[in-house]
Every structure is written in structure tokens, then in C-alpha cells.
């Protein structure tokens, strides 16, 4: 083609009629600066034909970005090149087969093909290198080659998750290798495109001094900007299609691909895998205890495979459960002074009134539950009737996304209903059930897949869920960071539980001990709640730290600049801290923000059940109060609230009351000499423990409608 040929011509219009300048670029899959894009007319003409080569790269597909002072948009442009003779490659025999002898020498020749007919660059094609395979050993090896393409499964390995624990879990019980006909549900974490360009967009649509700020991408444009290439899906299919795995479910983004397999097949598609079957009370799962590897040449395709390691992370509200006669009867005494958080207590402490109620359809709230945890409807209406008479409020859940089982209800699954209902009181509530329905899925990741593949999800999702960061591999975190990314990128706010371990503590190599961060507590693109209680247990009053609260600093990810100066100030001007050996004092540094999670009163299986404690009873209130706002910026024509931090982190710069300071306790940490047992203290402003503080409904309202 010659070069400066117009290829196509795009033209994007403003959403509301006006006119104004349009900026078009080329954001993708132009690597080798082939094409060349007018910026002010969007016409895409051939800049460097010599790069255009039909038989390595027949269809190309350019994501390019429309963008104004205020907003932008993408669209994707296929092109199909033409190849001047039209003629492929033609191999003169369908299959080939090598036999090598035990002898050969390694490195040497295998097998060399030879094509005729077709017409590579004007002459005729033939193969001049010959398949070689690397291995060891003494042993007679056929290979055979076919035009579908083939796979060495001797080829050196690539190992994506070298780095992930394969400790099996003190509750799980090994049951045994599993059958090779038994079937398998792994998940393919495919390579995305643009990642670099969703960091800054996310980071755009998130700070509130940017002119893009709300301007939130729908599930189309996200899917168009991050989706993997045509190089990337056409090799895993074809690799999965190889060992017979056909009829693979994808998502929207098409990012992910599960697939259905047996046993034998699933360890022949991942050397090194080995399958075993494992039970934990009612549960069990297959996993493998050995790492896997993955040919090679999918190392630029391929994050992660799930459902090999993994075990599904259990979390246990903290309660010191009464009986049926004693818990009831300390209910009835509750009026003389509170003997438990209630949500009346909750509205009390944030000053939200019987007024500050959700009123719009459009907005709504999520919760997520895992590991065979299930509310139970009965449940959440006898807990509204017994404590939020008070306030208009909704008493059934709109929307179960998965199984929801009927079982015996679980405790922390009722905490987390029961509470993101009576603080967002009146506002549409989804509940993700995400039990991990298959041995082999991981139920964390399977809410993730959900959440990319629906287009019209809750604005707020709170989720009591977390790992140590040390017991998870790179490439994991990673991936799952670039989910959340997606996340805000859509507009929506996820909340996490920092958890209930206080520093964490681990032993190293030698002896010697560090502070453990746990993930997603960790990730920078979440907001995570940490934990409080108050002064007098018995009487609302000013908040300090629960010494369970998750929190510290992530040994994974660097620090993100919306908390740097804060974090630095703290670092700086508290009067005593940790040996720098037990934290990472450049990482991301959570929690962001706190709320009380002492001592709740939780109805499940119909009985009212007091001192259930935790920060999966923080994080539902502060989902509730997101969604309350929320509300309000939507009765206002303004977008949600999005990832929040740089709000979060902004607002709190100059003199603010959107947050109670908490600025006294401590939180636990390794038992040894050197720290004794103590983590991080709380300070003013910002501190590891309870992050910027607790809300203060009225001022937050005020300062997060205009921030």
C-alpha cells in the first residue's frame, strides 16, 4: 500500500449537540507507527507501509480516543489487510511425524516442513527451519505437526505464579488425587491492552480538580480499550483448542476465559499441575499442591490460570455469642444505656436522622458473600423490625446475583446485609453470592468476573474479604489490581474490610519478624475501612482505635501520590513507631478510613445475637453512608462518587469535620521483644489504624456534593 493512503475517516459528536475542538490519537495497536491519524480530523492514513505484512499479521485492530477539554470516548477500528497474491502458505502434507531415537543429541533437527503453492513476500515459501525440542532423558519421542498449530510440551516452561504459596491451609484435610475423568473449572486471566492508559484515566475521572472528573466509561468503551488483541485471543484459543477445549465462557470485557475440562486433559494443558481433592468441614475444593507451567510462548498472553492454587480465604467475625434466653433478655434491657451497636446507635454517632434516608430507583448498593455464607430473609426482617422502626427502610433484598442457598444462615453474611440496609436505609440492595460452586473455582475471583460482566451494576460495593499479601502471587495482585482499575474507571465505589489482625505479624527467614499487609486491603485503586470502638462501651461517645484493626503498609504495591503527603506527615510526626525492618514505609499505606466495629448486635437463624465485632461490621456502614451520598449527587444531575481516595484524600488537605479524628489506641502486632505486641498507634490526621477517621454524615454529605 502506498504510503499516505487514507485509510478511514472516524468522526465523533458531542453527547449534547454543542460543537467544540475534538481531539483524535491512535491509543492502540499501532506499535510500529504503521498508521497516522489527523488530530483534528480523525482521517487514519498508512505512514510506514513496509510494517504491513499480511501472512504475520492479517487483521489489525486500533483503539483510538476521541477527547475534549472535559470528556472523551473510544471506539476500535478493525482493518483486514489484503495480501497482493491472495494466496496462503500451503504445507504439502497434513501431518507430519518425527520418531527421535533415544541416542539423539539434544538440540538437534526434529522435523522439517515444507510448504509449496503459496507466495510469501513474491517468492515461493518453504521452511528453512527445522522444530527442535529441547529434553532430556533416554526415551523414543513422536511428534506430530498439524496445520492447527502445535504446542511442545517439552519446550522450557514459564511459570506465571512461581511466587504463590502452596501451603495447604491448617483446616483443609487432603482426600486424595482426584480421577483423571473428573471435570475442572479454570479460569484464564487473558493479557489486557492499554493498561498504562486506564492507570491515568482512572486517575482523571477520580480527582475531583480534573475537568474529566465523573466522566465514567460505560462497559462498551471499557471493553473497546482494554479487551486483549487479536493475537492474543487467536493464540489461547488455538493452544486450548489444541487439547480439545472448545466452548469456553468469556466475559464482556473479554479478558477472561473459563473452561471446562477433565482432570487429565487440565495437567496435560499445564505441565507440573497436579490435582487433589481437599475437605474443610461441609466444603471441598481441588487443588493442585504443585506449581504449574504454561508453554512459553503464551508468557505475553496469559497473566494468571485460577483455580489451581488458591484456597478460598475464610473470614470470621469476632463474636462472643450468648444464648437464645440471655441474648433476648439483654435486648430488652438495651433502653437503659446501650449494651451493643444497633443501628440506631450507627445513626446517633454519624448524625444521620430518621430523614437521611435513599428516595431514588436509579441508585443502589451492593454487598458481596462468599464460602457457602448465605443471609436469610427471615433474618433481615425480623433484624429491621427489631431496629430500624424508627426510619423508613426496605426490608427484603432486590437482587441475588448467584446461589442463594438454604442453609443455615451465616453470621458474618447477616452482618453485612443487615447493616449496609439500615445505614443506606431505603436504597436498592444486591447481594453477590459467590460460593465457589465448582471444587476447583475461586470464589474471590468469580465476583470480579461478575462484576465485568454486567453492564449495570451497583454504584457501591462493600466486601469482607481478604489474603495475606505474602501467601499470593505478583501476578495475581496484579491482575486483580487492573480489576479494580476497571472498577473505577465505571464510576463504582469498592469498599474493602482491612481486616481483623491488627499489623499482622510473620516469621522470616533467621528468626526475625515483619508486620504482614494484607490484600485487597492493600490495593491502591480500593478504599478499605478500617475499625473503632468506643471510649465507654457502654455510652455514645468519641471513638478510639479496635485493637483488631487491619492496617500498615503493602509490600506490593509502591505508594499511590493521593496519600503520599499524608502518609509521609504521619511518618514524620508520630512520636513512636516500628523498627523499619517490620513495614514498608514507601508502600501503599491502608486504611483509608474507619468506622465502628465493636460489639454489634447481628439477627441470624432468627435469634439476636450481641457482641459480633469486626471490621466486616465497619465496612457495610460505611457502604451504607457512601450510597446515602451518593443518593444525593444523583438528585442533583452529579455523577456517583467513583473511586474515592482522591476525594477522600483531598478533601481532607484544608480544615474539614467530614471525619472524626481518631487519634487515641493502638493495634496488635507480633509478640516478640522488639515491638511486644503493638502495631501502629493512632495520631492526628491520617494514621495506619483508623486512616483519616470516622464519617460525620452532615459534613461529608456537604463536602463530597461539591468536592
Not at 477500528?77 to 527421535?100: E, H, K, S, T
Not at 484464564?188 to 486517575?203: C, I, M, S, Y
Not at 477472561?256 to 468441614?281: D, I, K, N, W
Not at 499505606?589 to 435469634?607: E, F, G
Request: some cysteine; proline content about 6%.
Amino acid at each position: 500500500m502506498v504510503s499516505s493512503t487514507v485509510v478511514v475517516s472516524i468522526q465523533a459528536t458531542h453527547a449534547g449537540g454543542s460543537s467544540g475542538r475534538i481531539t483524535y490519537s491512535i491509543v492502540s495497536g499501532n506499535e510500529k507507527n504503521a498508521f497516522l491519524i489527523q488530530p483534528s480530523s480523525g482521517a487514519i492514513s498508512v505512514q510506514d507501509s513496509s510494517s504491513l505484512d499480511f501472512e504475520s499479521s492479517p487483521r489489525l485492530r486500533l483503539v483510538v480516543q476521541a477527547e475534549t477539554a472535559t470528556s472523551f470516548g473510544f471506539m476500535a477500528v478493525n482493518l483486514n489487510l489484503q495480501d497482493v497474491n491472495d494466496n496462503l502458505p500451503r504445507f504439502q502434507l497434513q501431518n507430519y511425524v518425527a520418531f527421535i531415537w533415544e541416542s539423539q543429541s539434544y538440540d538437534s533437527p526434529v522435523i522439517q516442513g515444507e510448504g509449496a503453492a503459496g507466495h510469501w513476500g513474491g517468492s515461493p515459501w518453504s521452511s528453512s527451519d527445522a522444530v527442535c525440542c529441547a529434553f532430556g532423558g533416554r526415551f523414543l519421542l513422536a511428534v506430530a505437526v498439524s496445520l492447527a498449530g502445535w504446542w511442545c510440551s517439552l519446550a522450557l516452561g514459564w511459570a506465571p505464579e512461581q511466587d504463590q504459596s502452596l501451603r495447604v491451609p491448617a483446616e483443609w484435610s487432603h482426600l486424595g488425587r482426584v480421577a483423571p475423568l473428573d471435570e475442572l473449572v479454570l479460569t484464564f486471566a487473558l493479557r489486557q491492552q492499554n493498561v498504562e492508559h486506564l492507570v491515568k484515566l482512572v486517575g482523571r475521572v477520580s480527582d475531583p480538580d480534573s475537568p474529566q472528573y465523573g466522566k465514567y466509561l460505560s462497559l462498551e468503551e471499557l471493553r473497546t480499550l482494554v479487551q486483549p488483541s487479536l493475537l492474543t485471543l487467536s493464540t489461547v484459543h488455538k493452544w486450548l483448542g489444541a487439547y480439545g477445549i472448545k466452548g469456553c465462557k468469556t466475559i464482556s470485557t473479554l479478558d477472561f476465559l473459563e473452561c471446562v475440562m477433565p482432570a487429565s486433559t487440565a495437567e496435560r494443558l499445564l505441565p507440573g499441575a497436579q490435582f487433589h481433592r481437599y475437605e474443610s468441614g461441609q466444603r471441598s475444593a481441588v487443588r493442585s499442591p504443585v506449581p504449574y507451567t504454561l508453554h512459553e510462548d503464551l508468557a505475553e498472553h496469559i497473566d494468571f490460570v485460577g483455580g489451581l492454587h488458591r484456597f478460598p480465604a475464610e473470614r470470621k467475625v469476632v463474636t462472643r455469642a450468648l444464648g437464645k434466653e440471655e441474648a433476648t433478655a439483654r435486648y430488652q434491657q438495651r433502653a437503659a444505656f446501650h449494651l451493643g451497636v444497633t443501628p440506631s446507635v450507627i445513626r446517633k454517632r454519624y448524625n444521620l436522622t430518621d430523614g437521611d434516608i435513599g428516595a431514588l430507583p436509579n441508585n443502589s448498593q451492593a454487598c458481596a458473600q462468599f464460602l457457602e455464607q448465605y443471609f436469610h430473609p427471615a433474618d433481615l426482617a425480623e433484624f429491621m423490625k427489631l431496629f430500624a422502626s424508627s426510619f423508613g427502610h426496605r426490608s427484603r433484598v432486590d437482587q441475588v446475583v448467584g446461589h442463594q442457598g438454604l442453609g443455615k444462615a451465616g453470621l458474618e453474611a447477616s452482618l453485612d446485609v443487615e447493616y449496609i440496609m439500615s445505614t443506606g436505609a431505603n436504597i436498592s440492595t444486591w447481594v453477590f453470592s459467590n460460593a465457589g460452586r465448582h471444587e476447583s473455582q475461586e470464589p474471590f475471583l468469580a465476583w470480579l468476573l461478575l462484576l465485568s460482566n454486567m453492564s449495570s451494576v451497583p454504584w457501591v460495593h462493600s466486601v469482607s474479604y481478604g489474603d495475606d499479601e505474602d501467601s499470593l502471587s505478583w501476578a495475581y495482585m496484579e491482575r486483580v489490581n487492573v480489576e479494580f482499575m476497571k472498577a473505577a474507571a465505571r464510576g463504582l465505589t469498592v469498599l474493602f474490610a482491612s481486616g481483623d489482625a491488627g499489623a499482622g505479624c510473620r516469621k522470616l527467614a533467621g528468626g526475625s519478624h515483619a508486620f504482614r499487609p494484607s490484600f485487597p486491603a492493600s490495593s491502591p485503586y480500593v478504599t478499605t475501612v478500617g475499625g473503632t470502638a468506643f471510649k465507654n462501651p457502654f455510652r455514645v461517645t468519641w471513638e478510639v482505635t479496635d485493637y483488631i484493626s487491619g492496617g500498615g503498609f503493602s509490600n506490593v504495591f509502591p505508594m499511590p501520590d493521593y496519600q503520599a503527603a499524608a502518609v509521609r506527615n504521619f511518618l514524620r510526626s508520630a512520636p513512636k513507631l516500628p523498627p523499619l525492618s517490620y513495614y514498608n514505609s514507601s508502600g501503599r499505606a491502608y486504611p483509608d478510613l474507619a468506622a465502628l466495629s465493636d460489639n454489634y448486635w447481628v439477627v441470624t437463624n432468627r435469634i439476636p445475637l450481641p457482641w459480633v465485632s469486626g471490621t466486616s461490621a465497619s465496612t457495610p456502614v460505611v457502604g451504607g453512608i457512601m450510597a446515602l451520598i451518593n443518593d444525593r449527587r444523583l438528585q442533583k444531575g452529579l455523577p456517583p462518587l467513583g473511586f474515592l481516595n482522591p476525594a477522600l484524600y483531598k478533601l481532607q488537605k484544608g480544615p474539614t469535620a467530614a471525619l472524626y479524628d481518631v487519634t487515641q489506641g493502638c493495634h496488635l502486632s507480633c509478640l516478640d521483644a522488639a515491638v511486644e505486641g503493638q502495631g501502629f498507634c493512632a495520631g492526628p490526621s491520617w494514621d495506619p489504624v483508623s486512616g483519616w477517621g470516622t464519617p460525620n454524615f452532615p459534613q461529608l454529605l456537604k463536602a463530597l456534593l461539591n468536592p
